[in-house]
């Protein structure tokens, strides 16, 4: 899978760009604020629905077009894949003062509009950027978005799971509130646990086997980058109160009846506390190297290199979801490698179709700009080719 052509307009600090891009490795080079971050951002947006920063849609349309009648970012990509060509367009509509203008993403795939759920994943990217020791070092909440933005790309019904699981939340929630307050009977408790159980069982096990086929690829790739020095360990950290989680259910009906018999047995202490207490919106990863917890006991060093590592075993395992490639993209992550680290990087990312890097130091990438298929200078929001040596 490759994209051959990306055009964006009037988002974040581009105007309008229209860019061929090269199967095998793109380099863009350019200094710090020029919208470097913007063009991997975008099309990680366009595979996704997801930014990777933005915190609201209305943070990615340009800001001059801001205060206008129509305020709209529009992405759009041509890929090759091996499912077939595919051409996908975003339009992000921002805050408007006219009602009858609804603020949000409409998506289009062929040409014909599709639902969020149905258009993640048509096309699949990897995004590595200098954040990702997040996912070792941050909350939980970083660990568990790593691995939903993976599995949505390719589990539809991961991802309608989740959206569910989100509105029953919600819901739930809001009764044990009522039922604190004696507004509501405990017993009005007993559908809602059913829908959650249920979507949460799906999250359970999707989660629970993806990382099962992660585990032994971060690991080769944490000794490959330590060379053989550092051991990376994963483990699946379920929230189910409390109940034995050591042995992990065959199917996702067995994930639903563990979390119901947790719902169960503790409704009084969640009614107490307003709030549910178990399920996938709590999970973890334990992240273990050299058998001691990451986030407290590894340098910062060995938290980057297992963050990376865990991205290269993400690559590896959308690559085998889907028969296909990922693009792999590289937000100014080579430059902060030393040469023995980058050179393990760049020679597994060689092995996909096509891989985006973006440097604010080109000199330390050398290597990489005398091999790179496409050269791109990016400055204030405009693409022009390299051409110099």
């Not at 996908?88 to 805050?95: H, M, N, P, Q, T």
């Not at 014909?112 to 070092?137: R, W």
């Amino acid at each position: 899978m490759y994209i051959f052509d990306l055009q964006l307009t009037n988002y974040r600090n581009y105007v309008r760009t229209d860019v061929r891009l090269e199967k095998g490795l793109n380099l863009f080079i350019g200094e710090n604020a020029q919208g470097k971050s913007n063009l991997l951002e975008a099309i990680y947006l366009l595979s996704t629905l997801r930014s990777s920063r933005a915190s609201t849609d209305a943070d990615l349309v340009r800001r001059d077009i801001i205060p206008s009648d129509f305020p709209v970012a529009r992405l759009s990509c041509e890929v090759e894949r091996s499912a077939g060509n595919l051409a996908l367009e975003l339009a992000i509509v921002g805050r408007t003062t006219d009602a009858s203008h609804r603020a949000g993403k409409r998506v289009r795939v062929n040409g014909v509009p599709k639902k969020a759920s149905d258009a993640v994943g048509q096309l699949c990217a990897v995004l590595f950027t200098t954040l990702d020791i997040e996912i070792v070092a941050g909350p939980p909440l970083m660990r568990r978005r790593y691995l939903d933005m993976m599995i949505s790309q390719v589990d539809r019904g991961y991802l309608r799971a989740m959206q569910k699981y989100a509105k029953v939340l919600q819901q739930r929630n809001s009764l044990l509130k009522r039922i604190q307050s004696r507004e509501a009977s405990s017993q009005e408790l007993n559908f809602w646990d059913q829908e959650l159980a249920h979507a949460g069982g799906i999250i359970f096990w999707a989660r629970a086997d993806a990382l099962g086929h992660i585990v032994p690829q971060a690991q080769q790739q944490m000794e490959r980058l330590s060379d053989g020095l550092e051991d990376l360990q994963l483990t699946y950290r379920p929230s189910l109160g409390g109940l034995d989680a050591t042995d992990s259910p065959i199917d996702d009906s067995e994930w639903t009846a563990r979390m119901l018999k947790a719902l169960q047995n503790l409704r009084p202490r969640e009614i107490g506390a307003g709030a549910t207490l178990v399920g996938p919106h709590r999970d973890d990863v334990l992240i273990e190297i050299d058998g001691m917890a990451a986030d407290a006991f590894a340098s910062r060093a060995q938290q980057r290199t297992a963050a990376l590592s865990m991205r290269l075993a993400e690559a590896s395992y959308l690559r085998r979801a889907l028969g296909d490639d990922p693009v792999v993209l590289l937000d100014d992550v080579l430059s902060e490698l030393d040469a023995r680290r980058r050179r393990g990087v760049l020679e597994y990312i060689d092995t996909f179709q096509q891989t985006l890097v973006t440097t604010a130091d080109p000199d330390r990438l050398r290597d990489i700009m005398t091999r790179a298929a496409g050269r791109f200078v990016v400055s204030a929001g405009t693409l022009t080719r390299f051409e110099g040596e």
